[in-house]
């Protein structure tokens, strides 16, 4: 039985973004923004229906935006979470509207997957008091998504490193001044300017590493259509910021960002690897933060997965798990199975290949 306070719809345009954004949502980020989830809506799922849970209205609202595989056994995907690698969550205003959330996708009887789910959020709980009879819960620890808690002191981030880091910075920016006039820029392209700007960042993207791997926006055509989707709604809504480092007037190093909720969140980067020498995206890193702090803003964001780069500036993670659920009935068991095969087959392919390096 649904909540007569709900609606379960089958198209993201039915929601207006009014809803979304008055949603009293504790430690917001741009994946609760409405604009994340349409420009996933409208580009990451061209094979499955949309199943847009809707709870309330107003500050206490609910919304859960999943993307439902067609026929059996219809997996739920909230949307952008798998696909983008991001810290994902649903979208509530209180304990009660997380619940109620829950509550309706239990009701719909299918799994569903959430990606690397913020481990802090409430909706987890919500799940766990829904889910502890009539259904199973698969969480699984991950890497967090690294953030700096700036100060007055990081905007000379320099002081903030040890004195190894401080004395390579140092070397590198020697580096690049050698090779010619070293130039930052922070752009917020407008909906005029976006194509261009975008155009170059994700040139400069290609020609490193991810390039070289075919992982780059360039080739990548799914989550292009993404990131460029959002570019556009992100210029339109005035938060998007894309920084360049510039040897000679060539950029050498990108960064896409937005500036939003008290933070400087990194959406992607890239630099030039022939310009690898004088670590050209560490240059810029350097100056987007002395950015943020100018900007007056309290965190700067990494997103995605801590890393050995990341660790150079911050120890401090966002914590996430991976989070599936598997309602008792006959769509959800199906998945489990399937699910845990697929899982118990990887680990053991991975058993063979460790084997044959060690023996190698």
Same mark, same amino acid.
């Given at each position: 039985?649904?909540?007569?306070?709900?609606?379960?719809?089958?198209?993201?345009?039915?929601?207006?973004?009014?809803?979304?954004?008055?949603?009293?949502?504790?430690?917001?980020?741009?994946?609760?923004?409405?604009?994340?989830?349409?420009?996933?809506?409208?580009?990451?799922?061209?094979?499955?229906?949309?199943?847009?849970?809707?709870?309330?209205?107003?500050?206490?609202?609910?919304?859960?935006?999943?993307?439902?595989?067609?026929?059996?056994?219809?997996?739920?995907?909230?949307?952008? *979470?798998?696909?983008?690698?991001?810290? #994902?969550?649903? %979208?509530?205003?209180?304990?009660?509207? &997380? @619940?109620? =959330?829950? +509550?309706?996708?239990?009701?719909?009887?299918?799994?569903?997957?959430?990606?690397?789910?913020?481990?802090?959020?409430?909706?987890?709980?919500?799940?766990?008091?829904?889910?502890?009879?009539?259904?199973?819960? *698969?969480?699984?620890?991950?890497?967090? #998504?690294?953030? %700096?808690?700036?100060?007055?002191?990081? &905007? @000379?981030? =320099?002081? +903030?490193?040890?004195?190894?880091?401080?004395?390579?910075?140092?070397?590198?920016?020697?580096?690049?001044?050698?090779?010619?006039?070293?130039?930052?820029?922070?752009?917020?392209?407008?909906?005029?300017?976006?194509?261009?700007?975008?155009?170059?960042?994700?040139?400069?993207?290609?020609?490193?590493?991810?390039?070289?791997?075919?992982?780059?926006?360039?080739?990548?055509?799914?989550?292009?259509?993404?990131?460029?989707?959002?570019?556009?709604?992100?210029?339109?809504?005035?938060?998007?910021?894309?920084?360049?480092?510039?040897?000679?007037?060539?950029?050498?190093?990108?960064?896409?960002?937005?500036?939003?909720?008290?933070?400087?969140?990194?959406?992607?980067?890239?630099?030039?690897?022939?310009?690898?020498?004088?670590?050209?995206?560490?240059?810029?890193?350097?100056?987007?933060?002395?950015?943020?702090?100018?900007?007056?803003?309290?965190?700067?964001?990494?997103?995605?997965?801590?890393?050995?780069?990341?660790?150079?500036?911050?120890?401090?993670?966002?914590?996430?798990?991976?989070?599936?659920?598997?309602?008792?009935?006959?769509?959800?068991?199906?998945?489990?199975?399937?699910?845990?095969?697929?899982?118990?087959?990887?680990?053991?392919?991975?058993?063979?290949?460790?084997?044959?390096?060690?023996?190698?």
């Amino acid at each position: 039985m649904i909540d007569k306070n709900s609606e379960v719809l089958n198209d993201f345009s039915a929601i207006f973004p009014e809803f979304t954004n008055s949603i009293a949502v504790s430690a917001r980020t741009p994946m609760h923004h409405h604009i994340w989830i349409q420009a996933a809506a409208e580009t990451l799922y061209p094979d499955h229906e949309a199943q847009i849970i809707k709870f309330g209205h107003g500050p206490d609202a609910a919304l859960g935006a999943f993307a439902c595989q067609k026929g059996f056994p219809g997996r739920y995907f909230l949307m952008g *979470a798998e696909e983008l690698g991001e810290q #994902a969550d649903t %979208i509530f205003g209180s304990k009660e509207s &997380a @619940e109620a =959330l829950a +509550k309706v996708f239990k009701n719909a009887g299918r799994a569903g997957r959430f990606g690397h789910f913020s481990a802090r959020s409430a909706f987890i709980d919500a799940l766990e008091k829904t889910f502890v009879k009539g259904g199973y819960m *698969a969480t699984t620890p991950v890497q967090g #998504a690294p953030y %700096i808690d700036l100060d007055e002191k990081w &905007a @000379e981030p =320099l002081s +903030k490193l040890s004195s190894r880091y401080r004395s390579d910075f140092r070397r590198m920016g020697r580096k690049a001044e050698a090779l010619g006039k070293v130039t930052t820029e922070i752009l917020a392209p407008t909906p005029e300017t976006i194509d261009k700007v975008l155009a170059e960042a994700i040139d400069v993207e290609t020609r490193g590493w991810k390039g070289r791997a075919g992982t780059s926006l360039l080739e990548d055509k799914r989550k292009a259509a993404f990131y460029k989707r959002y570019a556009i709604l992100a210029s339109e809504a005035g938060i998007l910021r894309i920084a360049f480092l510039r040897i000679n007037d060539k950029a050498v190093a990108t960064q896409i960002a937005v500036q939003s909720d008290g933070g400087f969140w990194l959406l992607k980067i890239g630099y030039d690897e022939e310009y690898r020498k004088c670590s050209p995206g560490n240059l810029l890193m350097l100056e987007t933060i002395k950015y943020a702090v100018n900007e007056g803003l309290d965190r700067y964001e990494f997103l995605g997965k801590a890393a050995g780069w990341t660790k150079t500036w911050t120890q401090t993670e966002h914590p996430a798990i991976r989070l599936r659920v598997y309602p008792y009935t006959l769509h959800g068991l199906t998945a489990l199975l399937v699910d845990g095969t697929e899982i118990a087959l990887k680990r053991l392919n991975e058993k063979i290949q460790n084997r044959k390096k060690s023996s190698a």
